[in-house]
């Protein structure tokens, strides 16, 4: 509970640089030495909470160490934080809190895809520079031009995976298992359009909603399609059953998994039954990379179990707005906009991000892992950037 | 494949379908009856009956992880929860019963989110998962074909449990008892029988049902959070009133029917709708034809 605690012992701040700004303005004198307003919304209660407090704890650190290092343009960064609850009306009322209460012009979203949609009008709306950590959705770039995302957005991971599946593992017939939301749609449109010219035949569809835990038809019918693989969308709390469930029936196909997998607590609830599971566009652990490593001591550290992709991004969004306002020589939200479009090889903690295309996606490779021992272990990285191009428009 | 294996197989797949179907009936069955008699006897929605059925998983999955042992975990949540059960009944409905019947259920639905809550401000928004490795429990070997062993567990533990049920209600003295109060309240009172320790009996048995329901359930996921309660609360509902109001026959019938609806829905029209959609459908078309419920006896 952070971000509370942070919020009664800061007011009197607040009101103290109020008056400061005022007088500072009416004397007309140099620019305040303020602090930079990050604003941040994530999933802080509610099923996604396991997530959202990855992605707050991660903001932090980023915020922290940034701070330690001297700050940006002279300025320290404050993080201003607020729980989405993973839904969209709350999204909505938090995004304007930040714009209307607290004067936030650069925002890091840690959504979900349903309310980082929700949320990104808005803020492109107030002219309020945001980087999309995760929120897989292809309308939340749509929202326009000062809307960034950092995470292959759900067709391009889906279209990936079909690559992968055909070129690497070489299966031929799969079963697909979708989860119906935004992001577990998104996903699979990408795979199954995609799919053809690789020539995966897709055996059968299903799917499956997001509060279901028990897959016991799913699994029956996947036992009967008979498959060579298996590809299925989900978070970890329905991927963990689903997976184990599949296993337990004796089904012995690879099962390939989307990005969303990627949690220390899939293998938890699996358990041996996770062994073997492909998770594509996941946290490549193994890198060697000093920062990476940096960031996964301190983080165990802190949370008490270790990062996963989706506190990597942030963490990496954070950077990267740092980068921005840098880059930019300022904290105004066009100049940053302007800047972040011309980002070059910023390396990410996920890898070097190549930079961001006309709609502000990401261009980068995508990295594939299995689980090995319970771990989460290198397996491949797919660099074919046209095979998942992101859209233009 | 030869034909006669292709046969063989299509009959494999229907029966495996079935077994998921009565796999999730018999779940249904036993979160259900516990809210059909305390329907039947004080015609309360007794909403609440979720948090006991994920009380029944939570210390299943903790006792079993601090003693290393999943019976263990079972008996502790056949123990624990009768007593939640009945102390809902003292301390929530009791002093409640001179009101109107909403406000007992309202009352009800502010347990369930208050359990909710605690829940997760006690055992963490992610949930907790079995320590020993429950995967291994899970699967067998029947005849060349692997089975989930837990889905099995469950229709077993359902058949005994209700066999057991009936053999209380129909050949003991205090299930007749029982039986006699929940139809006929102030005759079988007439006949000296205590309608006060009824329902304390009837929150007993019905919160232990719905334990054991929630221990195998957190067995087949290997996950208990805060929101197992949430999915079977609402269907075991539209499954009493598809039971025909408090009887324990008709929701039997119901929770298979509705298990067997959802688990070869899921195959024929699963592409486009999921299990829980499937499922109110199925509700709403047979309460459209039989809006007096299975039973057919209107209780109201």
Same mark, same amino acid.
């Given at each position: &509970?952070?971000?509370?605690?942070?919020?009664?012992?800061?007011?009197p701040?607040?009101?103290?640089?109020?008056?400061?700004?005022?007088?500072?303005?009416?004397?007309?004198?140099?620019p305040?030495?303020?602090?930079?307003?990050?604003g941040?919304?994530?999933?802080?209660?509610g099923?996604?909470?396991?997530?959202?407090?990855s992605?707050?704890?991660?903001?932090?650190?980023?915020?922290?160490?940034?701070n330690?290092?001297?700050?940006?343009?002279g300025?320290?960064?404050?993080?201003?934080?607020?729980?989405?609850?993973?839904?969209?009306d709350?999204?909505?009322?938090?995004?304007?809190?930040?714009?209307?209460?607290?004067?936030?012009?650069?925002?890091?979203?840690?959504?979900?895809?349903?309310s980082?949609r929700?949320?990104a009008?808005i803020?492109?709306?107030?002219g309020?520079?945001t980087?999309?950590?995760?929120?897989?959705?292809?309308?939340?770039?749509?929202?326009?031009?000062?809307?960034?995302?950092l995470?292959?957005?759900?067709?391009?991971?889906?279209?990936?995976?079909?690559?992968?599946?055909?070129?690497?593992?070489?299966?031929?017939?799969?079963?697909?298992?979708?989860?119906?939301?935004?992001?577990?749609?998104?996903? &699979?449109?990408?795979?199954?359009?995609a799919?053809?010219?690789?020539?995966?035949?897709?055996?059968?569809?299903?799917?499956?909603?997001?509060?279901?835990?028990?897959?016991?038809?799913?699994?029956?019918?996947v036992k009967r399609?008979?498959?060579?693989?298996?590809?299925?969308t989900g978070?970890?709390?329905?991927?963990?059953?689903?997976?184990?469930?599949?296993?337990?029936?004796?089904?012995?196909?690879?099962i390939i998994?989307?990005?969303?997998?990627?949690?220390?607590?899939?293998?938890?609830?699996?358990?041996?039954?996770?062994?073997?599971?492909?998770?594509?566009?996941?946290?490549?652990?193994d890198?060697?990379?000093?920062?990476?490593?940096?960031?996964?001591?301190?983080?165990?550290?802190?949370?008490?179990?270790?990062?996963?992709?989706?506190?990597?991004?942030?963490?990496s969004?954070?950077?990267?707005m740092?980068?921005?306002?840098?880059?930019?020589?300022?904290?105004d939200?066009?100049?940053?906009?302007?800047?972040?479009?011309?980002?070059?090889?910023?390396?990410?903690?996920?890898?070097?991000?190549?930079?961001?295309?006309?709609?502000?996606?990401?261009?980068?490779?995508i990295?594939?892992?299995?689980?090995?021992?319970?771990k989460?272990?290198?397996?491949?990285?797919?660099?074919?950037?046209?095979?998942?191009a992101?859209?233009?428009? | 494949?030869?034909?006669?294996?292709?046969?063989?197989?299509?009959?494999?797949?229907y029966?495996d379908?079935?077994?998921?179907?009565?796999?999730?009936?018999?779940?249904?069955?036993?979160?259900?009856?516990?809210?059909?008699?305390?329907?039947?006897?004080?015609?309360?929605?007794?909403?609440?009956?979720?948090?006991?059925?994920?009380?029944?998983?939570?210390?299943?999955?903790?006792?079993?992880?601090?003693?290393?042992?999943?019976?263990?975990?079972f008996?502790?949540?056949?123990?624990?929860?009768?007593?939640f059960?009945?102390t809902?009944?003292r301390?929530l409905?009791?002093?409640?019963?001179?009101?109107r019947?909403d406000v007992?259920?309202?009352?009800?639905?502010?347990?369930?989110?208050?359990?909710?809550?605690?829940?997760?401000?006690g055992?963490?928004?992610?949930?907790?998962?079995?320590?020993?490795?429950?995967?291994?429990?899970?699967t067998?070997?029947?005849?060349?074909?692997?089975?989930?062993?837990?889905?099995?567990?469950?229709?077993?533990a359902?058949?005994?449990?209700?066999?057991?049920?009936?053999?209380?209600?129909?050949r003991?003295?205090?299930?007749?008892?029982w039986?006699?109060?929940?139809?006929?309240?102030?005759?079988?009172?007439?006949?000296g029988?205590?309608?006060?320790q009824?329902?304390?009996?009837?929150?007993?048995?019905?919160?232990?049902?719905?334990?054991?329901?929630?221990?195998?359930?957190?067995?087949?996921?290997?996950?208990v959070?805060?929101?197992?309660?949430?999915v079977?609360?609402?269907?075991?509902?539209?499954?009493?009133?598809?039971?025909?109001?408090?009887?324990?026959?008709?929701?039997?019938?119901?929770s298979?029917?509705?298990?067997?609806?959802?688990?070869?829905?899921?195959?024929?029209?699963?592409?486009?709708l999921?299990?829980?959609?499937?499922?109110?459908?199925?509700?709403?078309?047979?309460?459209?034809?039989?809006?007096?419920?299975?039973t057919?006896?209107?209780?109201?």
């Open positions: &509970m952070l971000h509370r605690k942070w919020k009664t012992s800061t007011r701040m607040n009101l103290l640089m109020g008056v400061a700004a005022v007088a500072l303005s009416l004397a007309m004198a140099q305040a030495r303020a602090e930079i307003k990050i941040f919304q994530a999933p802080l209660t099923f996604a909470a396991t997530d959202g407090k992605a707050e704890i991660a903001a932090e650190m980023a915020i922290e160490n940034i330690n290092a001297g700050g940006v343009i300025e320290k960064l404050r993080l201003i934080a607020y729980d989405d609850q993973a839904k969209s709350q999204a909505i009322f938090t995004a304007n809190k930040l714009i209307g209460e607290d004067g936030v012009k650069l925002v890091v979203n840690g959504s979900y895809s349903a980082g929700a949320a009008p803020f492109q709306n107030a309020v520079t980087i999309v950590a995760y929120g897989v959705h292809p309308d939340i770039t749509l929202a326009g031009d000062h809307i960034f995302r995470v292959h957005l759900g067709p391009p991971q889906g279209r990936a995976t079909a690559l992968f599946v055909a070129k690497d593992l070489k299966l031929k017939n799969v079963s697909t298992i979708t989860m119906d939301n935004d992001y577990g749609q998104a996903t &699979m449109d990408g795979f199954l359009e799919s053809p010219k690789y020539g995966i035949k897709v055996i059968n569809k299903y799917s499956y909603s997001l509060k279901d835990r028990q897959f016991g038809s799913i699994v029956a019918s399609d008979n498959p060579d693989g298996i590809y299925a978070y970890f709390f329905t991927a963990g059953p689903l997976v184990a469930q599949l296993r337990a029936a004796g089904i012995k196909a690879p998994g989307s990005q969303a997998f990627d949690s220390q607590k899939f293998i938890e609830i699996a358990g041996p039954a996770a062994e073997g599971t492909y998770i594509v566009d996941s946290l490549d652990r890198r060697n990379d000093a920062a990476l490593q940096k960031f996964f001591a301190e983080f165990t550290k802190r949370a008490g179990y270790p990062p996963e992709s989706v506190a990597s991004v942030v963490y969004a954070v950077k990267l740092a980068d921005g306002i840098k880059r930019a020589g300022s904290a939200p066009t100049k940053v906009k302007d800047a972040l479009a011309e980002t070059k090889n910023f390396p990410m903690l996920e890898g070097t991000l190549i930079g961001f295309n006309s709609l502000h996606e990401i261009i980068m490779p990295s594939v892992n299995v689980i090995e021992d319970g989460f272990k290198f397996f491949a990285k797919l660099g074919d950037l046209d095979a998942f992101p859209p233009e428009k | 494949m030869s034909s006669a294996q292709l046969l063989r197989s299509e009959a494999v797949y029966v379908l079935a077994v998921t179907g009565i796999t999730f009936g018999c779940m249904y069955a036993m979160m259900a009856v516990g809210l059909a008699l305390v329907y039947g006897l004080l015609r309360i929605l007794h909403i609440a009956h979720a948090a006991v059925f994920a009380l029944g998983a939570y210390v299943t999955v903790l006792v079993a992880n601090a003693t290393g042992s999943v019976a263990l975990g008996v502790a949540a056949i123990l624990v929860t009768p007593l059960g009945m809902i009944y301390l409905y009791e002093p409640l019963l001179k009101y019947p007992p259920m309202i009352a009800s639905v502010g347990l369930l989110v208050l359990m909710q809550d605690a829940f997760r401000i055992f963490g928004e992610q949930g907790v998962t079995f320590h020993r490795d429950v995967y291994d429990l899970m067998v070997d029947l005849l060349g074909v692997t089975v989930n062993a837990v889905q099995i567990a469950i229709v077993i359902a058949a005994v449990i209700f066999l057991g049920l009936h053999l209380f209600t129909t003991t003295r205090i299930g007749v008892a039986r006699a109060t929940v139809s006929r309240p102030k005759i079988a009172a007439s006949f029988v205590d309608p006060i009824v329902r304390y009996l009837n929150f007993a048995l019905g919160s232990a049902l719905a334990a054991i329901a929630g221990g195998l359930v957190a067995l087949l996921n290997n996950l959070d805060p929101s197992i309660g949430y079977v609360s609402y269907k075991a509902l539209a499954i009493i009133v598809l039971g025909g109001l408090g009887s324990v026959r008709g929701t039997l019938i119901a298979l029917v509705l298990g067997l609806v959802e688990a070869y829905g899921t195959i024929f029209i699963g592409q486009w999921d299990r829980d959609a499937i499922a109110f459908l199925a509700l709403i078309a047979l309460l459209m034809v039989r809006p007096q419920g299975f057919g006896v209107r209780t109201a």
